[in-house]
């Protein structure tokens, strides 16, 4: 007798938001990229009470801009593109709630704790709890489905996503045991983890969005040039500049290395080129993330012998890889997996991109020729970064919270 083969069903949750983790996350962090950046702007101007005895402010807003914002995008992207890379079915409904959840309430105690609220680091102690379950239980469900199907190929990822998990423990325990030094290893680990899994899914989309998008306008067929030699290179140099900064401080190691990362990734950047993506916000505003993060390089490159402070070489990086090349991505994500095109993206997305290169302007490269008006520089810089995600917020947020308009799960 032959068996019949019932159909699957169809996947379901109670709100549009829980369809897919890009929904919740990236709704999430742009909301945070606002109300982080405006309680940054009290705390950095001394308007809190914040105890800075048990962690120093620069930290905090380091970790959060890490593993807050960052980490939020980063479980969006990947909790998403797992699917599509491995044809397994990632956590929604009520599963992805539980792991939004657990960011959401770290998040929470990190923001109290920058406000005041109560006495010594017992929020921080919360948070470390909610804040390792959600790492960990996103970690363990792209483990799971990548190795369900032999996808090795993502190992790289895997590997980054595992030592995320190490350098946020690391943060903590220099926290609750009195080590600022633990913290900021854990703080910058985690840093440059996050401009690794750029660098590494920038190299997959930026070139395939660019031949995409591009070719589909029906005109011409698109290819550009992509090198396993470069991409070697990169990893090699990026993998030493790494290790010099954080852990070997040499001002020649430190500006060889990362000038090797800015040189293989401009060569990278010419590889990539069209002139066709200065019609469409959403490659080109790629195309400046990357180029903007050369640049950073070339500061780190040129730090040790120009005076000028390590932290602009590191805003720049930030800026540029953390905060420009996320907002690019969510932008072009968002369109095409709530089944809208991604050639008429909202009016807004120009003036979004345009307001966080003025952020990189006005952070990066006016206090290297203008340090007397070093405050006015950050603060227009962290109006700029507001502003830029109220926008986002404005355009991105009722498609994210809405049904697809074909139907479809997603």
């Given at each position: ?164 998990t190490v350098g946020n423990g690391l943060c903590y325990w220099g926290v609750f045991s009195a080590n600022m030094n633990l913290t900021k290893i854990g703080m910058y680990l985690g840093f440059y983890l996050i401009i690794g899994l750029i660098l590494t899914i920038g190299r997959r989309v930026v070139p395939f969005f660019i031949e995409r998008g591009l070719s589909m306008d029906g005109t011409e067929k698109v290819t550009v040039r992509n090198s396993k030699v470069q991409d070697i ?178």
């Amino acid at each position: 007798m032959q068996s019949i083969s019932l159909p699957s069903k169809p996947p379901t949750s109670p709100h549009p938001i829980l369809n897919l983790s890009f929904r919740i996350f990236f709704s999430a962090a742009a909301l945070f990229a606002v109300i982080f950046m405006v309680l940054w702007s009290f705390v950095f101007t001394g308007h809190t009470n914040i105890d800075a005895q048990t962690l120093n402010p620069l930290y905090w807003h380091g970790h959060e801009m890490i593993y807050g914002y960052a980490l939020a995008v980063v479980a969006g992207f990947l909790l998403t593109a797992v699917k599509t890379w491995t044809g397994v079915m990632m956590p929604h409904g009520y599963k992805l709630l539980g792991i939004f959840v657990c960011w959401l309430l770290a998040r929470l105690g990190w923001v109290g704790f920058g406000l005041g609220i109560g006495q010594g680091a017992w929020l921080l102690y919360m948070a470390a709890v909610f804040d390792m379950l959600f790492i960990g239980t996103m970690a363990f469900v792209i483990f799971r489905a990548v190795l369900q199907v032999k996808q090795y190929k993502q190992m790289g990822i895997l590997a980054k996503l595992a030592l995320l998990t190490v350098g946020n423990g690391l943060c903590y325990w220099g926290v609750f045991s009195a080590n600022m030094n633990l913290t900021k290893i854990g703080m910058y680990l985690g840093f440059y983890l996050i401009i690794g899994l750029i660098l590494t899914i920038g190299r997959r989309v930026v070139p395939f969005f660019i031949e995409r998008g591009l070719s589909m306008d029906g005109t011409e067929k698109v290819t550009v040039r992509n090198s396993k030699v470069q991409d070697i290179a990169s990893l090699l140099f990026f993998l030493a500049f790494f290790i010099v900064d954080l852990f070997y401080p040499n001002k020649y190691l430190l500006t060889i290395t990362a000038l090797g990362v800015a040189v293989v990734n401009i060569v990278r950047l010419i590889g990539w080129y069209h002139r066709g993506i200065w019609q469409k916000p959403l490659l080109w505003s790629l195309y400046i993330a990357f180029l903007g993060m050369c640049l950073s390089f070339l500061l780190y490159a040129l730090q040790p012998w120009l005076g000028y402070n390590h932290s602009i070489a590191v805003h720049g990086l930030s800026i540029a890889g953390v905060g420009m090349m996320t907002l690019a991505m969510m932008a072009r994500v968002s369109l095409g997996h709530t089944g809208r095109s991604i050639h008429t993206p909202p009016k807004t997305v120009n003036i979004m991109f345009g307001l966080m290169v003025l952020v990189f302007i006005s952070r990066v490269l006016l206090p290297i020729v203008d340090m007397d008006n070093y405050l006015l520089w950050i603060m227009i810089a962290q109006g700029a970064w507001i502003a830029c995600f109220v926008l986002f917020c404005i355009s991105y947020l009722p498609m994210l919270t809405r049904p697809r308009p074909d139907g479809l799960f997603g």
